[in-house]
C-alpha cells in the first residue's frame, strides 16, 4: 500500500446498510451475524448516518445479561430507530482521494470510518482496520 495511492484501492465495497426507520433489532443482528463495527445508514444510496457497534452497546448500556436488564434492552431494539442513534456528522471521501488524506482525517477525528461517497452516493467505506490490514499485507 502507498499512500498516494486512490482509497478505492483499498476501501471495503460489498456494504451492508440499513436505513434511518429500521428498528435497532435489525441493527443488532446486522452486527451479531457479520464481522463489521460500523453500518451505513442510507436513504436511497444517500449516506445519511453511520451506526457504529460501540454507538448500539451505549445505548444498550453495555449490554447487561440480567434479567431485567435484557428485558429492557429486547424493548428498547425493538421500539427505537437507527436514525435515534445513528452519528450524523459524517467526514466523507471520494474513491479517487489518496489514502494519506483519510489518514490524515483518522488522526484529527476521533471515528474510525469514512463513508466514500460519489455523486452523492454511497460506493464504499474505509475503516482503520482497512488501512492496518493493507499496511501488515504490504510489509509481509
Known amino acids: 500500500m502507498n499512500v498516494l495511492d486512490p482509497i478505492k484501492t483499498i476501501m471495503s465495497t460489498k456494504l451492508l446498510t440499513v436505513?434511518?426507520?429500521?428498528?435497532?433489532?435489525d441493527v443488532k443482528k446486522?452486527?451479531?451475524?457479520?464481522?463489521?463495527?460500523?453500518?451505513?445508514?442510507v436513504r436511497y444510496k444517500t449516506i445519511v448516518?453511520?451506526?457504529?457497534?460501540?454507538d448500539l452497546l451505549y445505548f444498550l448500556k453495555g449490554a447487561s445479561s440480567d434479567g431485567?436488564?435484557?428485558i429492557l434492552n429486547e424493548a428498547r431494539l425493538n421500539n427505537y430507530l437507527a436514525e435515534e442513534i445513528m452519528t450524523t456528522g459524517l467526514a466523507k471521501l471520494s474513491p479517487n482521494e489518496k489514502?494519506?488524506?483519510?489518514?490524515?482525517?483518522f488522526k484529527e477525528n476521533l471515528?474510525?470510518?469514512i463513508p466514500i461517497v460519489?455523486?452523492?452516493?454511497?460506493?464504499?467505506?474505509l475503516t482503520t482496520y482497512d488501512i492496518i490490514k493493507n499496511l501488515s499485507i504490504a510489509h509481509v
Open 118 to 125: 460519489e455523486n452523492d452516493e454511497l460506493v464504499g467505506i
Open 99 to 105: 489514502i494519506a488524506t483519510a489518514v490524515e482525517v
Open 30 to 41: 446486522i452486527f451479531d451475524e457479520h464481522n463489521i463495527h460500523h453500518l451505513p445508514v
Open 49 to 54: 448516518g453511520l451506526i457504529s457497534k460501540t
Open 111 to 113: 471515528f474510525h470510518a
Open 68 to 70: 431485567y436488564e435484557k
Open 19 to 25: 436505513t434511518p426507520k429500521d428498528p435497532l433489532v
